[in-house]
């Protein structure tokens, strides 16, 4: 979210082809199908293809340990906006915006990267999401950024590597708590893998 934009996110952005099925902003795939908006808990992720647009996927779950997954989406975007440093949630925001169109009511959304960026509360895409929507949003950034001294460490797993959590919305204690109990014995909770994995088009396809 240059450089500059990728260690804002806390992500590492996957390039890949788009998918035959692409035909603009609209629902790719869905899987499970249940009541999944319905008061859910969101997880979500971005990939830029290679045709310059972008794959979103989102998994929703019945609580915020992501333990009981109700439904998978996957949504893509033809275009997105060209690369601007400290603004790269004008890259992100289209294609998550096509995937939380299908998500109804949500009690909380977890995104991989930074909610903001400095403890002065400047925005990051958590914060534009969380503005956007009126939900609670934690990010979970890989990385750490450098004015993100805020950010809370949470140790997962055996792993040694923290990550660094933020949140808008929702006190950042809580958050931290939150992404500590998340389901999966990984560094990453096995949520935003999943979600990565949609994203790039390479987990199992609904």
């Keep these: 979210m240059g450089n500059m934009g990728h260690q804002a996110s806390g992500t590492r952005r996957h390039v890949e082809h788009p998918p035959a099925a692409q035909d603009g902003s609209r629902l790719l795939s869905s899987r499970y199908g249940g009541a999944a908006g319905r008061d859910g808990y969101a997880a ?3 990939c830029y293809l290679r045709s310059g647009g972008a794959r979103a996927a989102m998994i929703i779950a019945s609580g915020a340990g992501f333990a009981q997954v ?3 989406r996957t949504a893509c975007v033809p275009e997105v906006a060209p690369y601007r440093p400290g603004q790269f949630f004008l890259r992100e925001l289209p294609p998550l915006r096509a995937v939380l169109a299908t998500a109804g009511t949500l009690r909380l959304v977890v995104i991989d990267g930074y909610a903001d960026l400095d403890p002065a509360g400047r925005a990051g895409l ?4 969380h503005d956007e929507y009126a939900v609670p949003v934690i990010g979970v950034a890989k990385t750490f950024f450098r004015t993100a ?3 809370v460490p949470v140790l997962r797993g055996n792993s040694g590597r923290p990550l660094f959590v933020t949140a808008a919305g929702i ?6 708590a939150i992404v500590a109990d998340m389901a999966g014995p990984h560094r990453l909770p096995d949520v935003l893998r999943r979600a990565d994995a949609l994203a790039r088009g390479t987990g199992p396809q609904p």
């Design 126 to 129: 958590g914060a534009h999401v």
């Design 171 to 176: 006190p950042l204690r809580k958050a931290a």
């Design 70 to 72: 109700l439904a998978e």
């Design 44 to 46: 979500v992720d971005v």
């Design 149 to 151: 001294t805020h950010a």
